[in-house]
């Protein structure tokens, strides 16, 4: 059953410590990204990747990190830097190519900094 | 960067009414815009899609328009059902390599009454 699996599904922190969030593929897609959904804000992009070994800031990279090593596989990393991080991180993964588009979304992982 | 603007916020109907929601764009460079519904508690979903080629397209009882001079577009659903009623979220990107790199309007809750 392909799909995008993210965990864990609810997460808490406490002010100072850093927190992974585990995302997983296995639909062979190259692309990878990190989105933030915010209640009224729509989702915002954090980090992307289009293949292995390479990735890029999006539009709210700060306090954030992440890898790919693997092609199945873009953990993103809250760190103590990220000044609000308590919100709905959802990650997504598409193919490259022409005339592609659609992005798969995980379930979502929500973190709450306590 | 690219700004999408989204509205209404909120959009309550009758079943079997039409419901529209409009999206703005500000980068004249973007050139693929889809549409998510995001179902409570759940990730979102493509549901329609168009490309800066096309004005207009049509997927059984939903809808979206494109007007590139005036960089607005628009999702039309016709009929609507109790099971339509969720987040509607609008999109913008480059296409190309960055089909995935998406700038998401604020987004819709469409509430539809029996």
């Known amino acids: 059953d392909g799909g995008i699996t993210q965990s864990p599904k609810y997460l808490f922190r406490k002010e100072g410590q850093n927190v992974t969030l585990s995302c997983e593929q296995n639909?062979?897609?190259?692309?990878m990204y990190w989105y933030r959904q915010d209640p009224g804000q729509g989702l915002r992009l954090i980090y992307y990747s289009q293949i292995v070994n390479d990735f890029q800031k999006g539009d709210i990279a700060e306090g954030y990190s992440v890898s790919r090593e693997k092609k199945e596989s873009f953990p993103l990393t809250v760190t103590s830097a990220q000044k609000n991080p308590t919100a709905f991180y959802l990650c997504?993964?598409?193919?490259?190519?022409?005339?592609?588009?659609?992005?798969?979304f995980g379930e979502g992982s929500r973190l709450t900094v306590l | 960067g690219e700004n999408v603007e989204q509205h209404p916020s909120t959009l309550s109907v009758q079943e079997g009414d039409s419901a529209v929601i409009k999206c703005t764009y500000s980068?004249?460079?973007?050139?693929?815009f889809p549409w998510y519904k995001q179902e409570l508690g759940k990730r979102p979903q493509l549901i329609i899609d168009?490309?800066?080629?096309?004005g207009e397209k049509k997927d059984q009882r939903i809808a979206v328009t494109l007007n590139k001079t005036a960089k607005h577009f628009s999702l039309h659903i016709t009929e609507t059902q109790p099971e339509d009623s969720a987040v509607y979220f609008c999109a913008a990107s480059m296409g190309g390599t960055s089909y995935g790199k998406l700038t998401f309007g604020q987004g819709t809750i469409l509430t539809v009454h029996p």
């Open positions: 168009i490309r800066s080629n096309v």
């Open positions: 980068d004249s460079a973007s050139n693929y």
């Open positions: 639909l062979n897609h190259d692309a």
């Open positions: 997504a993964s598409t193919t490259s190519g022409a005339n592609t588009g659609e992005l798969f």
